[in-house]
């Protein structure tokens, strides 16, 4: 059975830190393309930032460059997403998605999904 699990959102002042973690299971998890999606109440659920296995090739979106940095470890079958600086504006609920070929495009039929772990950004 194919199971995300996200784990290490919590509550934490504007300027800190936090890691997230995502750990995989049921399906060959170092030939999936890996990505983090984010969804604040009321908005849509956006794309953050996403691992390929294709050369370790990363892709953020403009708003966390600089700050957010995603990284995988196959050997232990779990994403991470390594976030500092954080602002208000980074609060969300945090996913992590799996996919066979583009995980900048998943969507709720095309991938795998975690259950997502809150992120609350203080100011």
């Known amino acids: 059975q194919v199971q995300l699990v996200e784990s290490g959102g919590e509550l934490v002042q504007a300027g800190g830190s936090l890691r997230l973690s995502c750990a995989a299971s049921g399906f060959t998890f170092s030939l999936y393309a890996m990505a983090w999606f984010r969804q604040a109440p009321g908005k849509e659920r956006e794309f953050v930032a996403a691992f390929s296995w294709v050369g370790g090739t990363t892709y953020y979106v403009d708003s966390v460059k600089g700050r957010f940095t995603i990284s995988r470890d196959n050997a232990k079958n779990t994403l991470y997403l390594y976030m500092n600086s954080l602002k208000p504006e980074d609060t969300a609920v945090y996913y992590c998605?799996?996919?066979?070929?583009?995980?900048?495009?998943?969507?709720?039929?095309?991938?795998?999904w975690g259950q997502g772990t809150q992120v609350t950004v203080s100011s």
């Open positions: 998605a799996a996919s066979p070929t583009d995980s900048r495009r998943c969507g709720p039929k095309n991938c795998y």
